[in-house]
């Protein structure tokens, strides 16, 4: 619990806790993290320091978690637009990689190229939540030794991106806001980019869009897959003052970025579903959800689902409420699991990293609960 009177909370009973704190703007994000942690372990404490079958804990810190290519070792953020860390999966060392490196220390997220150097995501600068994540969002380039400061390659993003796993490529979608000329603020552009290698490091190759949408659809490219010539995407629908909550929703899909066909897998009215980690043998992805919990809290859970089109899927963690599996990442040979810790109320913020045996979970009941999509209905 907070004791610190200085500390001026709202008062309206049904604002979250971490909202109210989050709102005062007297707090950096570091403090505001560190106090709503407190409040919230106070109250619920990590189910994973008794954790269910199959799974266990990684880290009591951290967020957005990715495996490197040879699935030795897994990058993270040690906290919302902080530094990144990275985990030797053998002796689990941590070491803050860019802690003492440059000026930047506020990233969102970290991936691997397959050459292992470090593309990051963040603002130059925190400014807000909207801001910093939605318009400012953009990369950086740093080796895969950490030697030199991250390196910013002049392009903002929305969101995340995707990484190929056989060639340095990348695949991201920009919108209005960041470059007006594409189109009005909610117009959306999904491109793959080269990254190619000079004199002077990285820059950009050649580019070419696949897939353009507006109107409140908000795409965000995750994997590669079918050789590079497919993209998996998650695709919002939240973002209209306009929409009924029984209508919005996040959906995942399949683009063939030669002939632009969309290949939907799975949409249900009011649900999220956001694929969050491909599996090596491209059957499958995770996918990031709340179709389980109550719909105030919207906790989250992680599932697999078929890419078939069918809408098969099935639960992978069971966390109680109101805790939440959030951001996975699947392991290069398929055993295992990472993903963040999280509550509703974190603001995409993470509470530390799990692990989940797919080995042992593919050889107990549990991987035989496969579940079928909500129909979709068509809305006004």
Request: net charge negative.
């Amino acid at each position: 619990m907070v004791k610190d009177p200085s500390i001026k909370l709202g008062r309206e009973p049904h604002i979250p806790y971490r909202k109210r704190v989050w709102t005062n703007k007297e707090f950096s994000p570091e403090l505001c993290d560190k106090l709503n942690d407190e409040y919230f372990f106070s109250r619920y404490p990590n189910p994973l320091d008794n954790p269910p079958p199959f799974h266990s804990k990684l880290t009591d810190y951290g967020e957005r978690p990715y495996w490197s290519p040879d699935g030795k070792k897994i990058a993270f953020i040690d906290h919302r637009y902080g530094d990144v860390c990275e985990i030797d999966m053998e002796t689990r060392e941590i070491r803050n990689l860019t802690k003492d490196l440059g000026e930047h220390h506020s990233f969102w997220r970290v991936l691997y190229l397959p050459n292992n150097d470090y593309i990051l995501i963040g603002p130059k600068e925190f400014k807000d939540t909207y801001v910093s994540r939605r318009v400012e969002n953009e990369l950086w380039w740093m080796d895969k030794d950490a030697k030199n400061p991250p390196r910013p390659l002049g392009l903002r993003i929305f969101e995340g991106i995707g990484v190929s796993k056989i060639a340095n490529r990348i695949t991201y979608a920009i919108n209005g806001e960041q470059y007006p000329e594409i189109g009005a603020p909610d117009a959306y552009e999904c491109h793959i980019t080269e990254i190619e290698y000079g004199p002077d490091g990285p820059y950009f190759g050649k580019d070419r869009v696949f897939y353009r949408t507006f109107g409140g659809f908000n795409p965000e490219p995750q994997d590669f897959l079918a050789n590079d010539t497919q993209v998996l995407m998650a695709e919002y629908y939240d973002n209209l003052p306009d929409v009924a909550p029984e209508n919005w929703y996040t959906s995942t899909k399949i683009v063939d970025t030669l002939t632009g066909n969309v290949k939907m897998i799975i949409r249900e009215n009011g649900v999220h579903n956001e694929c969050e980690g491909i599996f090596p043998d491209e059957k499958y992805c995770c996918l990031e959800s709340f179709k389980s919990s109550d719909p105030g809290l919207r906790n989250k859970d992680m599932y697999m689902v078929k890419l078939d089109g069918s809408g098969d899927l099935i639960p992978l963690t069971r966390l109680p409420m109101p805790w939440s599996a959030r951001n996975s990442n699947v392991s290069p040979d398929g055993k295992m699991l990472v993903f963040m810790m999280s509550n509703p109320h974190t603001d995409g913020g993470g509470l530390g990293l799990g692990l989940l045996d797919l080995e042992a979970w593919w050889n107990s009941d549990e991987s035989k609960k496969w579940q079928k999509a909500i129909p979709w209905k068509d809305f006004d």
